[in-house]
DNA sequence: ATGAATGCAAAGCGTTTGCATCTGG
DNA sequence: CCAGATGCAAACGCTTTGCATTCAT
């Protein structure tokens, strides 16, 4: 997770948004103000979020947006393949939003203080492609979570 | 998945069910008809079960039984490492036995017919640990699920 | 007898949906 | 114009909880 410049961080947004737009005018739906700002901010925020975080911030742009515009945004980004549900099973959602640059990411859960690390490891992905392919498939998307605790006994993340 | 007799089967539950019996009373919890039946039944059918389907079969044993029953047995299965959450993103929570001669399995979901197959690959979790180490963290769990398409055309997976 | 477990029904919670209204192309 | 999008509230499905009753120890 290197540094990110103002701009560069604009630009991605930019060019993210307009991937999605033109997917969006390829299957006929439509660019609306809610649909706008969801987007935007989503892909700005750029880190998995649950429905609820989302609406918040979106509202502070719209605020009289719904959170089913929300959920219904949320559904498409994820149909479109903008975004990939997670499930930490704290009972809600979140959304990580996929930009084209950044191969997905898996994540490490501590389970002291429930903190969620990002990694992507180059070995673990050839692996998991090799015992995917000698089951004759194909992956198109994979979920991986670690569950762990941190060998420092002092440890920030030791809270509970 | 190799094969199992019926009689390995059974000195599986068995031991499965001592060791939990025996949490069970260090913890001052008690035994009753309901708990023992689902118990069983979890660790005799031996699969990621939701708490629906495990209701069902239980109920073939004692029809009284209330679901709530069953949804307080699996928290007490997973608190007591028994048993592990696992969600599939259909909307239901499935458990996982955990039986100790076996290490913890992945799984593999086809995304054509939702069919869920399961493996365990060395290599795999020796990085998967090589990673978390060099984190500075130690893996309790993990949870990974690959979503991917049969190689196969022709396969009886392409069902949808 | 006494704290734990059960069954039932009700409540909770995140998410989805029906419908009248609005809006973008 | 008119299909698609929105907002609201109601519905949904899975899971949890409150409470009176039953049971294991």
Request: with cysteine.
């Amino acid at each position: 997770m290197g540094e990110m410049s103002e701009e560069e961080r604009e630009e991605r947004v930019e060019e993210a948004l307009q991937a999605f737009y033109e997917r969006l005018q390829e299957a006929g739906l439509k660019s609306t103000k809610q649909r706008d700002v969801i987007v935007e901010r989503f892909f700005w925020l750029d880190k998995h979020i649950s429905a609820d975080e989302l609406l918040e911030d979106v509202r502070q742009h719209q605020p009289r947006i719904g959170y089913a515009t929300v959920y219904r945004t949320l559904k498409l980004l994820v149909e479109q393949d903008f975004a990939v549900p997670k499930d930490f099973g704290d009972g809600q959602t979140r959304y990580d939003p996929i930009h084209n640059q950044d191969p997905q990411h898996d994540h490490l859960i501590c389970i002291d203080c429930r903190k969620i690390m990002e990694f992507n490891d180059q070995q673990l992905n050839d692996r998991i492609q090799a015992i995917v392919a000698d089951l004759s498939y194909t992956v198109r998307r994979k979920k991986i979570e670690l569950y762990a605790e941190c060998d420092d006994e002092s440890c920030p993340h030791k809270a509970s």
